[in-house]
């Protein structure tokens, strides 16, 4: 059974930080792309980062540029780890953050192309 189950949202002030993690299981994920989405209120969910399955090519939307980091540990060959590093915290980045899986190589902002979900973790930015 596939799951991505995220952690670490909560609420902080801006110019805080938070880590955000994704937990993925049921499939050989270390030959996905991964990625981070998020959707806030009377909002459409919208790319903010994705990684390939090396890690060595990774994609950010540009309102998280050189505020964001993903990274990923795939050296667990069971439950596989996504992270999203973000760093000087806006009010606009509040959200329901969610973590995504796409089979095949090419690192994509599109959210019809990735097959996997999680459920969300709320991130709440104060001003």
């Known amino acids: 059974q596939v799951q991505l189950v995220e952690s670490g949202g909560g609420l902080v002030q801006a110019g805080g930080s938070l880590r955000l993690s994704c937990a993925a299981s049921?499939?050989?994920?270390?030959?996905?792309?991964m990625g981070w989405f998020r959707q806030a209120p009377g909002n459409e969910r919208e790319f903010v980062a994705a990684i390939n399955w090396s890690g060595a090519n990774t994609y950010y939307a540009d309102s998280v540029k050189g505020r964001f980091t993903i990274s990923r540990d795939n050296a667990k060959n069971t439950v596989y780890l996504v992270y999203l590093q973000m760093n000087s915290l806006k009010p606009e980045d509040t959200a329901v953050y969610y973590c995504?899986?796409?089979?095949?190589?090419?690192?994509?902002?599109?959210?019809?192309?990735?097959?996997?979900w999680g459920q969300g973790t709320q991130v709440t930015v104060s001003s």
């Open positions: 049921g499939r050989t994920f270390s030959s996905y792309v």
């Open positions: 995504a899986a796409r089979r095949g190589v090419g690192v994509t902002t599109s959210l019809s192309r990735y097959d996997y």
